[in-house]
């Protein structure tokens, strides 16, 4: 078999292999993650009227609509499909951990209101606790990657566009890192099929005539190139620290963002540490001269966390 063959057909399995996975696998994840992020950001009557619309579609209407009316937020409703009632439960947060105490709480309701059944609906997480609380019940979970489907095509058009230009960005970023990977693997694989099927008609090459050794010049090494880097202005760099802000502006968990100094960022939140701090290095680690700008995490309104100092990338 030519060699080059083998480089080829190695290059073109993983390529497209990792291409599919990518595509099909990660992308509908990235959007499902990403889509959770935003619709952690709404407020509270915004993801109830989204979790509503979506049990409209399933036949299940607000028994009392007049209560939407009331400027208190609401996390129970009851929902009618002819004769029969429903409960419905919206814990609103991607920080939410169901055990079972909330489970049980609808479960009491459910028999205390003669319902049906319930609905538990939240971005956050159902935990084995919480699953097994509803074993045996007419309660159905809906948490993250089960409500994600059930609201996705009723959110804002352009909420969801700018949700769908992210996950096919990162597919199409990762897409091309595999692909230069796959042509590494059928290098590889080329040299290896090479060293272990040498040439079998090759004629012995004749003896090189003796020589008088001499001493060899060892050649100096080339230069390393060093990467470059241009000091911005001060006025490039307050356009730079301007352009971090608005986009920190439009991230869900974010209220607001201060320049203390050139070098120091304070954030104020509302969401966890984990969700906010992959979305900060992504704005500061476009600007090289912003890179290693310390951020002062400030803790969400009437948390007790204490106020955090991280940097993204250290000089």
């Not at 169901?98 to 159902?126: C, D, F, H, N």
């Not at 566009?161 to 692909?179: L, N, Q």
């Not at 050649?219 to 001060?234: I, L, W």
Request: with cysteine; charged share 25%; aromatic share 6%.
């Amino acid at each position: 078999m030519s060699i080059w063959l083998i480089g080829l057909a190695v290059t073109l399995v993983s390529g497209i292999a990792a291409t599919l996975y990518f595509w099909l696998v990660r992308r509908p994840r990235d959007e499902m993650s990403y889509g959770l992020h935003a619709l952690s950001g709404l407020r509270w009557r915004e993801f109830s009227k989204l979790v509503l619309a979506a049990m409209a579609e399933r036949g299940l209407v607000e028994a009392i609509p007049e209560q939407q009316e009331s400027r208190e937020p609401q996390s129970t409703f009851l929902l009618a499909r002819g004769e029969e009632r429903w409960l419905l439960s919206c814990k609103h947060g991607s920080a939410y951990r169901i055990a079972a105490a909330p489970v049980q709480e609808l479960a009491a309701s459910i028999r205390l209101g003669a319902a049906r059944g319930g609905i538990l609906a939240t971005e956050g997480k159902v935990e084995k606790e919480g699953r097994d609380a509803a074993q045996g019940t007419t309660i159905e979970l809906l948490d993250g990657p089960r409500l994600w489907p059930e609201v996705r095509h009723l959110i804002e058009p352009a909420l969801l566009d700018e949700i769908t230009r992210y996950a096919s960005g990162r597919a199409k970023r990762h897409t091309s890192i595999s692909w230069l990977g796959a042509v590494t693997l059928g290098a590889l694989a080329m040299a290896a099929w090479s060293g272990t099927h040498p040439a079998r008609d090759e004629a012995p090459a004749p003896p090189a005539p003796a020589a008088v050794a001499r001493p060899e010049t060892p050649a100096s090494p080339p230069p390393v190139a060093q990467e470059s880097f241009q000091e911005p202005t001060d006025a490039e760099l307050e356009a730079q620290m301007a352009s971090v802000l608005k986009a920190l502006s439009k991230t869900p968990g974010i209220t607001r963002g201060v320049w203390q100094t050139k070098l120091t960022l304070s954030i104020d939140r509302t969401a966890s540490e984990k969700e906010v701090w992959p979305w900060i290095c992504l704005e500061l680690e476009r600007y090289p001269a912003l890179r290693a700008s310390r951020v002062q995490l400030n803790p969400p309104p009437g948390s007790s966390e204490p106020v955090r100092w991280r940097q993204c990338k250290t000089m």
